[in-house]
């Protein structure tokens, strides 16, 4: 059997990951073409096909399914010998891919890239914005190198180190300003707009107002904090979203921002790695402010 080479492998997971040539040749920032050759001469050296090819899209063959398991763990343990020799250095460097979930993402990113920018002149920032399992995926994967999500996710591979707390606050209509702040038994009484299924800030203010399971017509979902704002300054409900939020997405809404009594909905954001990530004693808190 021909040599195998790890630009293969890479090209090979992305299509895995990806489901569609197209799409994967963007990932690898090469031309469909050339993605597709190299798959073919991967194919050819194992002797066997690793997808079934669609008009729309790829699927991996049984073997293939076996193959990408072992592709990933090697690509995995060749990126972490890459990490180990940045470690050893004395200041941080190279490559450094960050999640961040995307109720945070629009709001802090800007003060982390001022900063890390800043600071390491020689840090290749790559910026990942998704969901909480989609990251936790990502870093189980060895595709993330660290995360910015909301505490805890109690995943006992993971370390976790907390960066800050911040308070949810009432987004209602402008004429409601001066209405008295509605209680939590209040709320499950009213229109309330939510982040679509996946989000974990959706599930943090369905906790809040006490709210596992809700009929179609009371709950509305959105697709991020900006629409529900703005859903809001329409007249259509009532939302919740984190204080960091409030100078970005209520300047062009009109919307009145009201805070709760005791006990104040919150949420805690922090920093996630893998504790076996060579990287780990580099990981430091990114100080920023949140508001």
């Known amino acids: 059997m021909a040599n195998i080479t790890l630009k293969q492998l890479r090209y090979f997971e992305a299509l895995a990951r990806n489901g569609h040539f197209g799409r994967a040749a963007d990932a690898c920032a090469i031309s ?11 194919e050819a050296a194992l002797g066997t096909e690793l997808f079934e090819r669609g008009p729309r899209q790829v699927r991996l063959t ?25 470690a050893s250095g004395q200041h941080l460097s190279g490559r450094l891919r960050i999640g961040v979930i995307p109720t945070v993402a629009p709001y802090l990113l800007p003060a982390i890239i001022a900063h890390l920018t800043s ?34 996710v109690s ?24 209405k ?32 596992h399971s809700a ?23 009532i939302t919740l979203i984190p204080e960091m939020a409030v100078p970005v997405e209520t300047s062009s809404a009109s919307v009145s921002i009201a805070r709760f009594a005791a006990p104040l909905p919150s949420r805690t954001i922090g920093m996630i790695w893998r504790k076996a990530s060579p990287l780990a004693k580099q990981k430091k808190p990114v100080q920023a402010n949140a508001t």
Do not use: W
């Open 32 to 42: 469909q073409p050339a993605l597709s050759m190299q798959i073919k001469e991967l």
């Open 119 to 152: 600071s390491y002149a020689e840090l290749d920032l790559h910026l990942r914005e998704t969901v909480t399992p989609k990251l936790l995926l990502e870093l189980a994967e060895g595709r993330l190198d660290t995360a910015i999500v909301a505490l805890p």
């Open 215 to 237: 009929q179609p017509r009371e709950l509305l979902d959105g697709s991020s904090l900006s629409t529900l704002v703005q859903m809001v300054g329409a007249g259509i409900g």
């Open 180 to 211: 008295p702040v509605p209680n939590r038994e209040k709320l499950r009484e009213m229109r309330l707009l939510l982040l679509e299924e996946g989000h974990c800030f959706r599930d943090q203010a369905l906790s809040f107002c006490n709210l």
């Open 62 to 86: 049984g073997f293939g399914e076996e193959f990408a398991a072992r592709a990933r763990s090697i690509l995995q343990a060749v990126d972490e010998l890459a990490d180990m020799a940045r």
């Open 155 to 178: 995943e006992p591979s993971l370390t976790e180190v907390s960066l800050f707390s911040e308070e949810f606050v009432l987004v209602r209509a402008a004429e409601d300003g001066g």
